[in-house]
């Protein structure tokens, strides 16, 4: 009996009538799939340590030029509506909610709901760029709130803004580089998701895509008051 | 016949190839290479690469050597009389088509040079060095695993590693990096204007920052994820817990110099201004990103190395390391202290608190250093010591890292190292640091390790001629240079007083026996490939798993998931007294027991 039914479970890797996540085999040098989730969960993690600090350098940045300019970043932050960025801000909290639900319905095998909350998720992150671009970034480019060497508005208060600006640009363009990267792969989890790629057994890259964006939503949580709300 | 069916997945009697024979034709197997995600191949990949990438380096610091046995000099006739024998190599003046022989030139070719070699040396060989070749070929080993955590990942690393190191040496040979390796601004943001050969450089330190990152994130997760049943963190080998630390440190402090180095780019592209006082920014802010991550990252080039050294120390005197947890811990220690350090690189640009709190906290890195220092010294005490030729290294490195230890407390020391801030004296310091301590343990390792890398065994006598050779040579090159720091010589210069002339040149013909040492040992290795003997699965007596593995190991490893019968070092419980290394394998335990009872 118990041949057969190792039999079975073996033989379910090559079974085309069942969807593609029973077929999932996990990768040899792992005892069992378990493990190999496991695994990349803690890879994930770490990897997240490493954004984590990336980004430190720019928070380090952003202290340093507050501090020995503060004038230029209260008068600098002015210029920010916070309106924009809160309403940014509500787009990335809500698309947290939605990654985090569809790790979820991965694990309660809700194919439907899945691949809905991944296509919220991805939407949202578009949204979010969007709003930067259009709304935020061109119409200060445009007027010359540009930084450094760039820098070119004529009613500037202070000699030190195109510091703000640059910090501003460095800070909030790399973090949309992130969002951008996240959503792509959760593009890509959705993608698979219409073949039914993740379920109960096999949803590690929803996880870690999921994990990603939740940090990619986080370092904005931190940066949004920094930059839109202190004066 | 179902049931045998189902056991294919564990069945291993199809693995028992060693990982080195090819898959049919020359082009299968240059495919089978290039996308092979096994960790051994991996490994000797990386070697490879990092092998001919320090030859590149090493010749560019026997030329820097070269031109300062006879330097650049100006003589009476002013600047268009200029002397030296080397680099000479002019400018080509567009207007008349004659090359022009300038002090300026020779310099910028001097300047070049030390770049190259430097930048070469630490972002290409060094930092990945041991991790990536000896540690990727023996962690998931000596763990009894098959594989690292990620495999794929692994191969993409490597990818990631050659195209920096390609991007680094095209900067170089467009020959217009003269930045020293640190990029320190506003030098790095305003040279080679027009050009876009320094950003390629800050580009090829950046992508190879990515590599390191993925090697050390893979590394991380095997060792927590992939020990042999039984092996609890404490019975790991001491080379393992040094890949460990590194590891930890590589993931940690990478990302900053990250952000550093495109925040670099940014400066250098879009002119953001973030290190640049003319825009408001602040160049030492530079220096201490930069620091954050290159100080933590000389613990990179040495924890590896450490623990090659215990390893070898333990199984060529055959006696159970002294103090495996002190050991252990003092690998984390230097790792944690590692991170608040890094102001000791400025003392000389930061108020006076800091410098003296950073001095202060820079001590406390001797202390874990000396742990361990101290640890392998008892644990040669009393050892049974064959004088193999790992052994003979770990002896040198011990030597050597001991001088450039304790001459790092000077450094460290404020009063004195405002005398030998940037002058040969620091020079000299972290080269017996950073070659007489990583790199003479890549070669300890290296040679402890080649029989089970490759199956071959080599000359003995001639690799123990070669390290005579590195060890004088180096010595030689280097000590001389002390001396000469103490007095005033300044680092980085392609020229100096004749007063300096004799220490130079000693230095100079050290250097020159240290590259024939080298050459010796490539010579020695190559004899090795082509005609050595084949070598014993374990021709050392060692007790780790990887020597349990066939030589060279078969492509999945281990015929069986090995299980842990003994802790690594446990020559006292596991072989009969009076064992030679040749008298291997062991008996099994009730054997050793009744021996044992019997002396």
Not at chain 2, 184 to 194: E, F, K, L, N
Not at chain 2, 332 to 346: D, E, P, R, T
Request: with cysteine; proline share 5%.
């Amino acid at each position: 009996m118990s041949t057969i039914q190792a039999d079975h479970d073996h033989g379910r890797h090559d079974d085309p009538s069942r969807p593609l996540y029973e077929r999932y085999k996990h990768a040899h040098h792992f005892v069992t799939a378990d493990e190999e989730f496991d695994a990349c969960k803690t890879g994930m993690w770490l990897f997240l340590a490493t954004e984590v600090l990336l980004f430190a350098g720019l928070f380090m940045a952003y202290t340093y030029f507050r501090w020995r300019y503060p004038e230029a970043f209260a008068n600098g932050s002015q210029y920010l509506d916070w309106r924009w960025g809160g309403l940014n801000t509500v787009i990335l909290l809500i698309s947290s909610y939605t990654a985090a639900t569809a790790v979820r319905n991965a694990q309660l095998n809700e194919q439907a709901a899945l691949r809905r909350n991944l296509l919220i998720t991805v939407v949202c992150g578009l949204l979010f760029i969007g709003i930067k671009f259009v709304f935020e970034y061109g119409p200060k480019w445009s007027v010359g709130k540009r930084p450094g060497a760039w820098f070119s508005y004529p009613f500037a208060h202070d000699p030190s803004e195109p510091m703000w600006w640059s910090v501003y640009y460095c800070a909030t363009g790399i973090h949309a580089l992130h969002v951008v990267i996240g959503a792509g792969l959760l593009l890509w989890c959705y993608r698979r998701s219409l073949k039914q790629a993740y379920g109960p057994t096999h949803y590690t890259m929803v996880e870690n895509s999921a994990l990603y964006w939740h940090l990619v939503d986080l370092i904005w949580i931190f940066l949004f008051p920094l930059l839109y709300l202190i004066h | 016949m179902t049931t045998l069916n189902a056991g294919s997945h564990g069945d291993h009697d199809h693995h028992e190839v060693p990982y080195l024979v090819g898959k049919g034709g020359v082009w299968a197997t240059i495919v089978d290479w290039a996308t092979t995600v096994d960790h051994k191949k991996l490994g000797v990949m990386y070697l490879t690469a990092i092998l001919a990438l320090f030859a590149i380096g090493g010749v560019a610091a026997l030329m820097v050597r070269t031109e300062l046995l006879d330097p650049i000099r100006t003589g009476p006739g002013g600047p268009d009389d200029v002397h030296g024998w080397m680099f000479n190599v002019g400018q080509l003046d567009e207007a008349t088509g004659e090359r022009k022989y300038t002090a300026a030139t020779a310099n910028n070719t001097y300047n070049r040079l030390f770049t190259m070699h430097g930048a070469i040396m630490v972002f290409m060989v060094i930092v990945p060095g041991i991790p990536a070749s000896l540690g990727n070929f023996f962690l998931p080993l000596m763990l009894g695993a098959k594989d690292v955590a990620f495999p794929r990942l692994n191969l993409l690393s490597w990818y990631v590693y050659v195209t920096g190191s390609i991007f680094g040496v095209l900067a170089i040979a467009l020959n217009g990096v003269d930045t020293g390796w640190t990029f320190y601004t506003p030098y790095s943001t305003t040279t080679d204007v027009g050009h876009w050969r320094v950003v390629y450089m800050i580009l090829a330190a950046f992508i190879l920052g990515f590599s390191s990152i993925l090697t050390g994130l893979n590394f991380v997760v095997t060792v927590h994820k992939l020990r042999a049943p039984g092996m609890g963190w404490f019975d790991m080998p001491l080379f393992v817990w040094g890949i460990y630390a590194t590891a930890v440190i590589q993931v940690l402090a990478t990302p900053v110099i990250g952000i550093t180095l495109l925040l670099l780019v940014f400066e250098r592209v879009f002119r953001v201004g973030i290190f640049d006082p003319s825009l408001g920014g602040d160049p030492v802010l530079y220096q201490h990103f930069f620091w954050f991550y290159s100080h933590p990252v000389v613990y990179v080039m040495i924890l590896p190395g450490m623990g090659v050294i215990s390893d070898v120390i333990a199984v060529h005197s055959r006696k159970p390391i002294f103090g495996y947890r002190a050991i252990a811990f003092a690998s984390l220690g230097i790792a944690g202290v590692a991170f608040i350090v890094w102001g000791h690189h400025m003392f000389a640009s930061m108020s006076e608190v800091g410098s003296v709190v950073f001095s202060a906290l820079t001590f406390l890195v001797a202390i874990p250093t000396a742990v361990k220092i101290f640890n392998w010294i008892a644990t040669l005490y009393k050892g049974s010591i064959a004088l193999t030729t790992p052994m003979l290294y770990a002896l040198v490195f011990l030597f050597l890292f001991a001088i450039g230890g304790l001459t790092g407390l000077p450094l460290a020391t404020l009063a004195s190292d405002l005398h030998l801030h940037d002058s040969y004296f620091v020079v000299a310091h972290f080269h017996y640091v950073m070659f007489g301590g990583t790199i003479i343990a890549l070669l300890a390792g290296l040679h402890h390790w080649w029989p089970k890398m490759f199956g071959k065994e080599y000359s003995v006598l001639w690799a123990n001629i070669g390290c005579l050779l590195v060890f004088v040579g180096f010595n030689v090159t280097f000590f001389t240079q002390f001396f000469m720091g103490t007095q005033g010589m300044p680092r980085r210069y392609a020229s100096y007083p004749d007063e300096f002339q004799l220490y130079h040149q000693i230095s100079t013909y050290g250097s020159y026996v240290l590259g024939a040492g080298f050459f010796l040992h490539l010579l020695v290795f190559i004899h090795s490939l082509v005609a050595g003997e084949r070598a014993k699965e374990n021709p050392w007596g060692a007790l780790t798993l990887e020597w349990e593995a066939t030589s060279p190991p078969s492509e999945h490893n281990f015929a069986h998931q090995p299980m842990l019968k003994h802790g690594p070092y446990d020559f006292d419980l596991a072989v009969p007294p009076y064992w030679k290394a040749s008298d291997w394998p062991l008996p099994d335990k009730a054997e050793v027991e009744r021996v044992r009872l019997s002396h």
